[in-house]
């Protein structure tokens, strides 16, 4: 009989608990018992009630304790919506959220538990909790810390469940705003890769370059900590071998337990990735750039970082000094010390000692089938390149890259070496 694996994702701090090894609505019953709730308020993806069984098979691991079912919330997280949630949540006195899905849905329930402990009930009030301003810092703001608990169970790699930051968008101005400590993190994330095997394969890799971006703009950056380093290396050693194995046995007969296999070393990886967060190391230009890119070409989040993070790489590396690569040597002894992607590697006659991180990272990405040009992604015009420069230097991240970026000559030189 199988034995569920728990332990906290960040050494040391409490929560979020990470769960994995046995049926996820087996273990999400287990714990609605320890947290003593008998009100549950369930979240679940849309695609993945229409399309599987799961939702119900988790309706029905919690019986009469689900008060209600959402079924879907917009991507990119509305105001409007979130506010609706958090009505019907007061009036039915719910005593702990489950989302299942993707990262839309633990940010709004993040910010549903904010609104719910602080009588929030209209826009108006919702924006006055702790947020980010336009610089980046809090607002700071008084606030109660959330008491119902989160069960995230994920079925993406965004990593979005491990933060105690969560955004969404103003309906009326389409303007994000990322609500900050004391909002809390999930208290329990649940972890399955049979669940996850429910995820479009392309959706499933994206979101797991996402994770990979994570982790190479951690080790590029010089305020990473040797702590950071190692768990990042850790992540990168699950997620790239996990995304290649995904990718191979994905829809192979006789394969499937192999594919499940993959896709929960995935999970594991984005756990030890998110580190860097919790540490605030800041990521660097693939993220900055790629904030501007997605909105302003309808461009996926892991979709900007196979185009983006091989040339962000790149330009580190031609603009950098001793120390720059120095990291960018973690990350090629990292990504060399892998089987499966060594075997890739030397099969396109790349060389240990020679090759750059942005040749490694960009025969990994064309191994997984997706893209890794803006021409790919409708990204044609000068004048689109020109834009897309000036709107990137409004991100924090622009700054905090690992060879600080402060023009808008410096951002078209990485997008000309991706175009």
Not at 73 to 99: F, G, K
Request: with cysteine; net charge negative.
């Amino acid at each position: 009989m199988s034995q569920e694996t728990l332990r906290q994702a960040f050494p040391d701090k409490a929560t979020p608990l990470v769960g994995f090894g046995i049926p996820f609505t087996e273990s999400c019953a287990k714990h609605v018992e320890r947290f003593k709730a008998s009100r549950v308020y369930l979240i679940a993806g849309k695609t993945l009630t229409e399309k599987t069984s799961f939702t119900s098979d988790l309706q029905d691991a919690l019986g009469s304790k689900v008060v209600k079912t959402r079924v879907g919330i917009t991507p990119h997280t509305l105001m409007s919506e979130v506010l609706e949630i958090v009505e019907e949540c007061r009036s039915l006195n719910v005593d702990c959220i489950v989302t299942l899905g993707g990262g839309s849905l633990s940010d709004a329930a993040k910010v549903i538990t904010f609104a719910l402990v602080n009588n929030v009930s209209t826009q108006s009030e919702l924006v006055k909790l702790p947020h980010l301003g336009g610089d980046g810092t809090a607002a700071l703001l008084p606030a109660t810390a959330p008491t119902v608990p989160i069960i995230c169970i994920p079925t993406t790699l965004s990593g979005g469940e491990y933060s105690t930051y969560a955004g969404v968008t103003d309906h009326l101005t389409g303007e994000k705003v990322q609500f900050c400590p004391p909002i809390a993190s999930p208290d329990l994330i649940i972890l399955s890769g049979e669940l996850a095997c429910s995820t479009p394969l392309d959706i499933w890799l994206q979101s797991g370059m996402r994770a990979v971006d994570h982790c190479i703009e951690t080790l590029a950056s010089l305020k990473s900590t040797a702590e950071v380093d190692e768990s990042v290396t850790k992540s990168l050693k699950c997620l790239i071998p996990g995304l290649l194995n995904a990718k191979a046995n994905a829809g192979k007969p006789g394969r499937k337990e192999d594919e499940i296999k993959a896709r929960q070393e995935c999970q594991i990886g984005v756990m030890h990735a998110m580190l860097f967060l919790h540490r605030k190391v800041a990521c660097g230009a693939s993220h900055g750039i790629g904030h501007m890119l997605g909105p302003m070409f309808h461009v996926g989040h892991g979709e900007t970082s196979c185009i983006l993070l091989p040339a962000a790489c790149k330009w580190n590396a031609i603009h950098g000094g001793e120390e720059i690569r120095a990291r960018q040597q973690l990350m090629k002894d990292a990504l060399w010390s892998m089987t499966e992607a060594r075997e890739r590697f030397e099969k396109e006659g790349l060389k240990e000692e020679s090759e750059g991180v942005d040749e490694l990272l960009d025969v990994v990405v064309r191994e997984l089938g997706l893209k890794r040009r803006l021409s790919e992604v409708g990204v044609t015009e000068r004048k689109d390149l020109e834009r897309l420069a000036e709107a990137s230097l409004r991100d924090l991240f622009l700054v905090t890259n690992a060879v600080p970026i402060t023009t808008k000559e410096q951002v078209l030189e990485i997008l000309e070496m991706c175009a």
